[in-house]
């Protein structure tokens, strides 16, 4: 017995079977038959479905149950399927956050995309700040309290006595800033022989070329039609290094007690600097113990018990702030999720002649540090001018 799907097919190939009769067809005729055969081409069976969803899910490494499909599957086959050919399956409703004409990339995508930028610049990584992965564009506000001040005191029975310094409460708004990598070119051929390539290679590239701009951002942005960037933010520990490229054992602790201890008992409480001044301090010792002062372990470097950050947009130059020292946590960074996506180009002048498609990545950010009253969380240190 034949199923709806069987009979729909049927008609189709018999239709289609009535215009290849014909010995010429008209412009309109032409039209019809090829929507008839796009038509035919989409009827696959469940079987066919299952089959291309799990050798898609081999290809990106994530298990697939093949007697229970899943939504993931269906989107893991919309992606490859939009990588290879540009076909677009997502449904963009009204008012959406995605960037238009492009194909939000499904989670096994974002979440490598993600992990290859905390890699590269560390202030997106929610081991180290604090990462707020949003589902819309809306401004987002964040309260935040000053943790240097507030105290408690004993109160007698029937004896109102408050303590007398009350904490600041302030907020932050965070709103969703757009950038967009280079267009990496890839031909057709490419795409159809080896997705599985072609998706690491975009991956990685994506990771790195929105790394760049958004990390340089988060460090330096002035949050005046851009992120907050934390050295921006960051309060003055006054302390100045003698020298215009190193920072000595002295200064580096004069740094970290500047910072109020509410903070520095966090756990994501760390130093950032570029990779220069890192090796700067790496040689320094202990005068009394004849120990390195940084301590290397399988959890990372450390210096005074605390992380050392690596970002390659801490500035280096003689009179700059070199070192920022303090509480990570709060540094908010938010992605909006709906809004990494890739757009492929397939009418680039100068490309598709040469059957190559363009693939651009996006991803929307802001980022604010909470800074209210007494002593700020996060402290910056300069060198020499």
């Known amino acids: ?142 309260p935040s309290i000053d943790l240097s001040t507030i105290t408690s005191a004993q109160v007698l029975e029937n004896v109102d006595a408050p303590p007398v310094a009350n904490p600041t409460v302030s907020s932050s708004v965070l709103s969703a800033y757009t950038y967009r990598t280079n267009p990496i070119a890839s031909s057709v051929e490419l795409e159809e022989d080896s997705f599985e390539s072609v998706s690491d290679i975009l991956t990685a590239a994506f990771a790195v070329g929105l790394a760049r701009g958004i990390g340089a951002d988060l460090v330096n942005g002035s949050g005046s039609g851009a992120p907050m960037g934390i050295l921006t933010a960051a309060a003055d520990s006054t302390v100045v290094a003698a020298s215009t490229t190193v920072f000595t054992k002295s200064e580096l602790q004069s740094i970290y007690f500047s910072a109020n201890r509410a903070y520095r008992v966090n756990p994501k409480c760390a130093w950032l600097m570029n990779d220069t001044t890192y090796n700067g301090i790496l040689g320094l010792k202990d005068a009394t113990t004849n120990r390195p002062l940084v301590n290397i372990t399988e959890d990372g470097e450390k210096l005074f018990g605390k992380r050392i950050l690596i970002s390659p947009d801490m500035p280096t130059a003689a009179g700059s702030k070199a070192i920022l020292f303090g509480d990570l946590s709060q540094f908010k960074v938010r992605v909006l999720r709906n809004s990494v996506s890739v757009r492929r180009n397939v009418e680039t002048p100068g490309y598709a002649e040469k059957g190559a498609a363009l693939y651009t ?25």
């Open 361 to 385: 990545g996006f991803m929307r950010v802001d980022s604010a540090l909470n800074n209210v009253g007494g002593t700020a969380p996060v402290v910056f240190a300069k060198l020499h001018a």
């Open 1 to 142: 017995m034949m199923n709806a799907t069987d009979v729909t097919r049927a008609e189709l190939r018999r239709q289609i079977d009535g215009f290849l009769a014909k010995e010429k067809l008209t412009a309109t005729e032409k039209t019809q038959c090829n929507l008839l055969m796009s038509k035919l081409a989409d009827l696959r069976s469940d079987d066919e479905r299952r089959a291309k969803a799990a050798q898609v899910a081999k290809e990106l490494g994530i298990p697939y149950n093949v007697e229970a499909p899943t939504q993931k599957d269906a989107e893991l086959e919309a992606f490859r399927s939009y990588m290879m050919r540009g076909i677009e399956h997502r449904t963009y409703q009204p008012m959406s956050d995605a960037v238009q004409g492009a194909y939000v990339v499904p989670a096994a995508f974002y979440n490598s995309l993600m992990t290859g930028i905390a890699q590269y610049t560390e202030l997106m990584s929610k081991e180290n700040v604090s990462l707020i992965e949003s589902e819309n564009g809306r401004k987002l506000t964040l």
